[in-house]
């Protein structure tokens, strides 16, 4: 797990908790071999959006077992609402809107293949799962 993120997420006064879920999501992902891929900025937003799935699948299977409360789980969705890029076209996250949705996803399913179709799109540009 990247220890600096984490690291970073204390400093600024963030939950900890989505911070360490979506950087598990990256750890999946390597798993899987998904981050071998490409470096392409659109690519490399999907990649992210994807482990913020990976997120919601995660804090999901702790809500159900309960080790997380509702709480919890509110926290992470506004971490990832604040987290995001403040447009489409700038960094590589995503926008608030965008990582909440895909987190949401991942909490709502109970299958990786959900979070499979952030590539599903043209040119593996992100989209917004149906709500």
Not at 10 to 20: D, F, G, S, T
Not at 35 to 49: C, F, G, K, V
Not at 59 to 75: C, E, K, L, N
């Amino acid at each position: 797990m990247r220890v600096a993120a984490l690291a970073v997420a204390r400093i600024l006064n963030r939950p900890v908790q989505p911070v360490a879920v979506h950087e598990w999501g990256h750890e999946v992902q390597d798993e899987l071999g998904t981050l071998d891929r490409t470096s392409e900025r659109p690519y490399l937003r999907a990649l992210e959006l994807q482990a913020d799935c990976f997120a919601g699948l995660f804090t999901r299977s702790q809500r159900d077992a309960g080790r997380i409360d509702a709480p919890a789980v509110d926290d992470a969705r506004s971490f990832f609402a604040s987290a995001g890029d403040p447009s489409p076209k700038t960094r590589s996250h995503g926008t608030g809107p965008q990582r909440v949705a895909w987190f949401n996803a991942g909490y709502r399913s109970d299958d990786l293949a959900v979070c499979d179709a952030v590539f599903k799109k043209e040119h593996a540009l992100p989209r917004l799962p149906p709500q």
